[in-house]
């Protein structure tokens, strides 16, 4: 059984920082691409951050320079270290891990709320 499991989100300042985890279980974690989405109130789901099987990296326009994904494949833990937060990155922040190689597979974390208010 697949889960993703994320922690680490929570209440902060304005200018703050958070770090957010995913451990993966029942997946082969060093083939999937792994990324981060969110999805704030009123507003559809959108891609935060992704990085590849060979540690390629892409972010949204909105995150760059701010938040760095990372993983660890021994871990089976993907990361979203996130810096210099503003209200607008409040959002539910999911966990994603995506097989591209035949056959594909598409799975979700449950989701962690960040909140970014003074």
């Known amino acids: 059984q697949v889960q993703l499991v994320e922690s680490g989100g929570g209440l902060v300042q304005p200018g703050g920082s958070l770090t957010l985890s995913c451990a993966a279980s029942?997946?082969?974690?060093?083939?999937?691409?792994m990324g981060w989405y969110r999805q704030a109130p009123g507003k559809q789901r959108e891609l935060v951050a992704e990085?590849?099987?060979?540690?390629?990296?892409n972010y949204a326009d909105s995150v760059k320079g701010r938040f760095t994904i990372s993983r660890d494949n021994a871990k089976n833990t993907v990361y979203l270290k996130m810096n210099s937060l503003k209200p607008e990155d409040t959002a539910v922040y999911y966990c994603?891990?995506?097989?591209?190689?035949?056959?594909?597979?598409?799975?979700w974390g449950q989701g962690t709320q960040v909140t970014v208010s003074s």
């Open positions: 990085i590849s099987t060979n540690g390629n990296t």
């Open positions: 029942g997946i082969i974690f060093s083939i999937y691409t």
């Open positions: 994603n891990a995506q097989k591209i190689v035949f056959p594909t597979r598409n799975y």
